[in-house]
């Protein structure tokens, strides 16, 4: 258990639909971050959050991402018009002691 | 700049013994390490922050050289449990804000 939920779990999603997918911290964790993992790939930054603030976006996250954090507690990735090539794993992760970060389960996303 | 790890793919057969490499092209100063089966998210195996040290628990141990900017991740006496895909993510500076991820390692332990 890494005290880390994320829902839903799988989403399947027609090209041009928006998505919201949210990342439950059990605990408090001042620090979380997502990223995006396509079939083949390890793990790509996406952006960060430090309590409610955002503090860093990849540029991997284009205009139509946008994530939050309004209470510094859970977090929300949201996505408009997806695309095909949105389809990927996106994960959550929380910054824990000695710099380590660990993963939630994940929300896999499907756009046909 | 995104960390190469080699070897892409290893098979082995239990008991036997792998190293799996993490280089990169910048200074870093923490290299973390992940085992990821199918289907589920990647689980944080242990992290080695700059100074050289070595780590380990059970039979995994790892290794990082800061100064060839180079980690290794050693397993010994191989599992059928240890098959998945390793990941090393690395971070150049102090607070660990974000990880570049290697492609990964597809390690396959067969009986």
């Known amino acids: 258990d890494t005290g880390v939920s994320q829902d839903p779990r799988h989403k399947i999603t027609k090209r041009g639909q928006n998505v919201t997918f949210r990342c439950d911290p059990i605990s408090e964790h001042n620090r979380l971050y997502w990223y995006r993992q396509t079939l083949g790939q390890g793990p790509e930054f996406l952006t960060y959050f430090q309590n409610e603030a955002q503090l860093e976006k990849s540029r991997l996250l284009s205009d139509r991402f946008s994530a939050e954090r309004p209470k510094g507690s859970f977090s929300t990735l949201e996505i408009q018009r997806t695309e095909q090539g949105d389809s990927a794993m996106y994960l959550c992760?929380?910054?824990?002691?000695?710099?380590?970060?660990?993963f939630g389960p994940g929300t896999r996303l499907l756009v046909l | 700049q995104q960390p190469v790890q080699s070897p892409q793919a290893v098979i082995l057969r239990e008991g036997e013994d792998a190293v799996i490499n993490c280089s990169s092209s910048?200074?870093?100063?923490?290299v973390h390490w992940y085992r990821q089966k199918h289907g589920e998210a990647p689980v944080f195996l242990m992290i080695l922050l700059k100074g050289g040290e070595q780590k380990g628990h059970d039979k995994i141990s790892a290794s990082f050289n800061e100064k060839k900017q180079q980690s290794s991740l050693y397993l010994t006496a191989s599992q059928l449990s240890y098959s998945g895909t390793y990941f090393c993510g690395t971070a150049s500076g102090a607070g660990s804000y974000q990880l570049t991820f290697g492609k990964g390692t597809k390690l396959s332990v067969i009986p």
């Open positions: 992760a929380l910054w824990a002691q000695k710099e380590t970060q660990y």
């Open positions: 910048k200074a870093l100063y923490s």
